[in-house]
């Protein structure tokens, strides 16, 4: 199978670039110069010539507060990019699948946020992932929206990298404790896209479009996870980082975030039978390897 992912260093992309090979999948990621979010003609001739089985539309705006500054560079690639991507989708007959975000939700809902619960979101960010999903469904019924939440991974910058470089040289660090949600590898979320993809290339059932949930196992806050990052940490290196836990008032941002971030998956475990593994497990498995490889950067 041939997936094609657009952008070139995302958490994601970097991932299925990595686990690809092992499940029999030829992974080729677009980006600029040859496909640029913000230039449908680039986007429709770059993915008609790479000729392939399924795309995932990966590449977004992620500067979550400076969106707050640039709403229109957001939308631009978050909502226009995204619909460009499954137009050419729909173009070529295959399956696109997009990935979109918690951030869609106010996060004011006491439960876990099910697929169909009203959104919502309360950023710039949020609100442009929102728009994108609806121009992903309109443009193409052959669609999988994936929601993922507090993304990490052994590439590019997310929370655990910050945490164990910030370890390095601090004893003490304070971390938000009273917003909850899911960590959630992307190496994880990588192995199910292709899983999400197979399916999707192989079977017509409409059951396995639209919107799904995917998330690591379990639930924690921010300082849950920096706690689970300390701990890999100090059981690898004896090291001991002691988090503070402070609330969403002591760190003010730009932008807004959700207090409550948890999404259920059980929609994607009834579809496609993928449960993904709990958050602390894979946390742990990122942190040891980030620690063998050397020093955080």
């Given at each position: 199978?041939?997936?094609?992912v ?5 958490q994601?992309?970097?991932?299925l ?7 029999s999948?030829?992974v ?8 640029d ?7 429709r001739s ?10 995932v ?14 709403p229109?560079?957001?939308f ?6 995204a ?5 050419a ?5 295959v ?10 939700f ?7 946020y ?6 919502g ?7 442009s ?17 994936l ?15 910050t945490?164990?470089r ?5 004893d ?7 917003q ?11 192995d ?5 993809a197979?399916?999707?290339k192989?079977?017509?059932?409409p059951?396995?479009?639209g ?13 849950d996870?920096a706690?689970a ?20 008032a ?19 475990q009834?579809?496609?039978?993928i449960?993904l593994?709990d958050?602390d497990?894979?946390?742990r498995?990122?942190?040891d ?9």
């Amino acid at each position: 199978m041939r997936l094609i992912v657009t952008g070139k260093q995302g958490q994601v992309v970097s991932s299925l670039l990595e686990r690809g090979p092992a499940a029999s999948v030829e992974v080729i990621a677009l980006g600029r110069p040859e496909l640029d979010l913000a230039d449908a003609a680039s986007v429709r001739s770059a993915i008609a010539a790479a000729a392939p089985d399924a795309i995932v539309s990966a590449a977004a705006y992620t500067a979550v507060d400076k969106a707050e500054s640039e709403p229109d560079l957001a939308f631009a690639v978050n909502e226009t990019g995204a619909g460009a991507v499954a137009e050419a989708a729909g173009a070529l007959g295959v399956p696109v699948i997009h990935l979109s975000t918690d951030y869609v939700f106010a996060g004011d809902k006491a439960d876990p946020y099910v697929e169909t619960d009203p959104t919502g979101p309360v950023s710039v960010y949020g609100a442009s992932k929102l728009a994108g999903e609806k121009k992903v469904a309109a443009a193409t019924d052959n669609h999988a929206i994936l929601r993922t939440a507090w993304v990490y991974s052994p590439f590019g910058a997310n929370f655990l990298k910050t945490m164990l470089r910030l370890g390095e040289s601090r004893d003490v660090l304070r971390v938000v404790a009273d917003q909850r949600g899911t960590p959630t590898s992307a190496l994880d979320i990588a192995d199910a896209v292709i899983a999400v993809a197979r399916r999707l290339k192989a079977d017509p059932d409409p059951a396995l479009r639209g919107v799904f949930h995917l998330t690591g196992g379990g639930e924690g806050t921010w300082a849950d996870f920096a706690d689970a990052i300390f701990g890999g940490l100090k059981e690898k290196t004896g090291r001991e980082v002691k988090v503070e836990r402070i609330t969403t008032a002591d760190y003010p941002t730009p932008a807004r975030r959700p207090a409550n971030s948890r999404l259920s998956t059980k929609k994607l475990q009834s579809s496609y039978g993928i449960v993904l593994a709990d958050w602390d497990a894979s946390t742990r498995g990122v942190v040891d390897r980030l620690l063998a490889a050397g020093p955080a950067t």
